[in-house]
């Protein structure tokens, strides 16, 4: 759903029927326009864990979609760009409700040798939404009245509430939420309809035990035994505090989680995703028709792209996908920028353009298969259980504010300057690839307890590194 607003929204604000009827937009206001949904979602993710961890995952996935679908509605209703933008503030409220969650829901019912591909799942959906997205403005087009701008968000909509339901008749909650609250015959039950392996079952609650293990606490946060009695349930937790993900034994992997989600924004791509009819038509493609076609078949693209992405996943490892994928979206930015830099890049002659507009599919492929894939996982799996859905709700909230800060500058620097954006993305993407080399420890395939170990003794290789320098 939120990829399918991503895919629809910056078409929709360069259609002839949305400026006949909010007027044109000068470049601060249409970034405005466009990103209004980041920083409502931004503030809310920082909530979405403790309502998850209230709720149950399902329930707080259903109510993030809710309030989505009503934003949806509220921008398909739209009479005055101010209630347009407001439909975005409330869509983007319940988009940082359900998105994190619904990663650390995956990832909680993944068992390890599985988690890489299901929890990035997703992935395969969001670039769908995309391709969904772009098409569906295309064919609007076609339509002469208001209808042209605001079938997508009734589509949208209504797409939502589908979703809503869906997650509360289908989705189970999570087994290992049931257990960390004692209720085990339900997690036993949970796990048969999940169709999880009874040896997998075990090494997840032995991991859970593990996880509730020696750790810097509070009186209300204290390690959870096992207890034999009630078949070997664990103990309910006692209330947990939302500052516990800052705890000594987990605050480096925290700090990472919300370096990498917020770096992955400044690599550009929702700049991209956002204003790809903008971006083909400075290229060349001076006609909506060709941008928007352009625009849906860099959809396809990505699409096609990530079901590798996804096969794959487990083979090629978080660390070599991130540093080797942020070598190439570097490389390729430079590439676009040093183009129109020097010059080369001409509206209706030579083969600068053509070169610039098959590099933004390059790009996004490589991005598809790397980052966005890799990433995420990484982030939810790398956290211990009692701070999964809470640091993952802040690297989202990361992402969500350096998103924000995307969408609201490119179209400001590219009405400014033709080649500042892609250096700017290309520099933040090569920082990151070095800060993933020096500080990201790989976690492909491995239990809870081995992750553990692995960023204990990242920890002391780091430790010695910064001593040293």
Excluded at 55 to 71: M, N
Excluded at 166 to 188: D, H, K, N, T
Excluded at 198 to 213: F, T
Aim: aromatic share 10%.
């Amino acid at each position: 759903m939120s990829s399918m607003d991503t895919g629809v929204i910056g078409a929709v604000t360069v259609m002839e029927s949305f400026i006949s009827d909010f007027g044109t937009l000068s470049a601060t206001i249409h970034g405005l326009v466009v990103s209004s949904i980041l920083i409502p979602a931004a503030i809310s993710s920082c909530f979405a864990g403790r309502l998850a961890d209230v709720l149950g995952r399902p329930k707080a996935i259903a109510v993030g979609a809710l309030l989505f679908g009503l934003g949806a509605a509220l921008e398909a209703g739209g009479a005055k760009l101010a209630m347009f933008v407001f439909g975005r503030i409330v869509e983007g409220i319940g988009e940082g409700l359900y998105l994190g969650t619904l990663v650390v829901y995956i990832c909680e019912i993944s068992p390890p040798s599985q988690r890489g591909p299901l929890t990035a799942g997703p992935q395969l959906f969001t670039t769908f939404g995309l391709v969904v997205g772009f098409f569906i403005c295309y064919g609007s087009t076609a339509l002469e009245s208001s209808l042209a701008w605001r079938t997508p968000f009734i589509i949208l909509s209504c797409l939502s509430m589908l979703f809503v339901m869906a997650s509360l008749v289908w989705l189970v909650p999570s087994p290992r939420w049931l257990i960390l609250r004692g209720r085990q015959v339900e997690a036993s039950a949970a796990w048969e309809v999940l169709g999880v392996a009874s040896a997998d079952r075990e090494k997840m609650e032995v991991e859970l035990q593990a996880a509730a293990g020696p750790r810097t606490v509070t009186s209300v946060d204290a390690p959870r035994p096992i207890d034999t009695s009630t078949g070997g349930s664990v103990v309910p937790a006692a209330k947990q505090g939302f500052l516990d993900m800052f705890a000594p034994d987990v605050r480096s992997r925290t700090s990472l989680a919300v370096f990498l989600l917020g770096m992955q924004q400044l690599s550009g791509i929702d700049g991209v995703l956002y204003y790809a009819p903008l971006l083909f038509t400075q290229a060349g493609l001076t006609s909506s028709e060709s941008s928007f076609l352009a625009s849906g078949v860099s959809g396809i693209v990505i699409f096609a792209v990530t079901i590798p992405a996804l096969i794959f996943a487990d083979k090629w490892g978080r660390r070599p996908s991130t540093i080797y994928g942020g070598i190439g979206i570097a490389s390729v930015m430079f590439l676009i920028g040093g183009l129109y830099a020097g010059n080369a890049v001409h509206l209706n002659t030579g083969a600068g353009r053509w070169v610039v507009i098959v590099s933004i599919y390059v790009y996004a492929a490589i991005f598809c298969v790397s980052w966005a894939v890799g990433m995420r996982t990484y982030v939810a799996e790398s956290q211990p259980q009692r701070t999964r859905a809470s640091a993952t709700s802040l690297a989202y909230g990361s992402n969500w504010v350096t998103n924000f800060l995307v969408a609201l500058t490119t179209p400001i620097l590219l009405a400014r300057s033709t080649f500042a954006a892609y250096f700017l993305f290309g520099g933040c993407t090569l920082l990151t690839a070095f800060v993933c080399f020096m500080f990201m420890p790989e976690t492909r395939g491995l239990s809870l307890d081995q992750i553990e170990d692995v960023f204990r003794r990242q920890g002391t290789r780091s430790s010695k590194f910064l001593r040293t320098t």
